[in-house]
């Protein structure tokens, strides 16, 4: 491992890209590996035993590259499975709880924040108890969105999608009126912002996957550990199946600037 490795990076599919993005935007020398679990997605309905297996061999992969550090850009394996990666390596582990839930604290007024994730991240109850314990009288409202995870999988995304609106309109009504902050829970969820917005007016949105991507920024600059690269960091991306889907999807989420040209890798070889 050197100054020169990568950040490695993964999720169950496309969510993790919100936090390439944001890490790109933020550090673009570096270099960068992603992996997308897209033969296993979704995680957040899986039992925490088997969330807590593939996220072992998932960091396990990235670290078989000899990455500098691991984001799991996943609030699944971040609000279950975060000590699992701990547990295989001394480089800097970092996950998308901490950061929001304190950035969400900060921006709401009412001190009424509402959680959305997957059931996994729900059931967890971690945003809930990492905001309770900054501020024991704020209120702390959760739910699970499951199919934002296929709608996003899968490209409904684009603005005004029929669909997404109506699961966005049938999720989100009890939040109306009761928060000022959404936590988007789940790194899926900030593909679909807009449509969230849309059915949340003027609540504000905390996307974790900036918060943790400034994290990571923050840690490598203070030990020392960023690259001396002058140029553009190259990004590779991994998957574990057929990558056309996730090629096309990813780069529609990305935007131009980015090419994606994934690699299908064995991931229970790891
Ligand atoms: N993007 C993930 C998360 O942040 C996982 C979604 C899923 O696989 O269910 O929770």
Same mark, same amino acid.
């Given at each position: 491992m050197s100054n020169e490795s990568a950040i490695g990076v993964f999720d169950?599919?496309? !969510?993790g890209l919100s936090a390439v993005r944001e890490l790109a935007r933020l550090l673009p020398h570096e270099n960068i590996i992603y992996f997308g679990d897209t033969g296993r997605?979704?995680?957040?309905?899986?039992s925490r035993e088997t969330i807590r297996k593939y996220t072992a061999q998932d960091a396990s992969f990235l670290l078989s590259h000899g990455v500098k550090a691991i984001l799991a850009a996943c609030g699944t394996v971040s609000s279950n499975a975060l000590e699992c990666i701990e547990a295989l390596t001394d480089i800097p582990v970092f996950g998308v709880v901490e950061d929001a839930a304190r950035e969400a604290y900060a921006a709401s007024k009412t001190k009424r924040i509402g959680i959305i994730g997957t059931q996994a991240t729900v059931n967890s109850g971690i945003f809930k108890r990492k905001i309770e314990s900054i501020d024991v009288r704020a209120t702390v409202l959760q739910c699970a969105c499951p199919l934002f995870v296929p709608l996003v999988e899968y490209g409904?995304?684009?603005?005004?999608?029929e669909i997404t609106r109506l699961a966005c309109e049938r999720y989100l009504a009890p939040f109306r009126g009761e928060v000022d902050t959404l936590v988007l !829970?789940?790194?899926?969820f900030p593909i679909l912002e807009k449509a969230i917005s849309a059915a949340l007016p003027g609540v504000t949105l905390i996307n974790p996957a900036s918060e943790a991507a400034r994290a990571v920024a923050k840690t490598l600059f203070e030990n020392g550990l960023?690259?001396?690269?002058?140029g553009r960091g190259e990004i590779r991306y991994f998957v574990s199946d057929e990558p056309a889907r996730f090629n096309a999807e990813g780069k529609i989420f990305l935007g131009k600037d980015f090419a994606i040209d994934a690699k299908k890798i064995e991931i229970d070889k790891f």
């Open positions: 169950s599919g496309l !969510g997605v979704p995680y957040g309905s899986k409904f995304t684009a603005e005004g999608d !829970g789940c790194t899926h960023l690259s001396a690269r002058k």
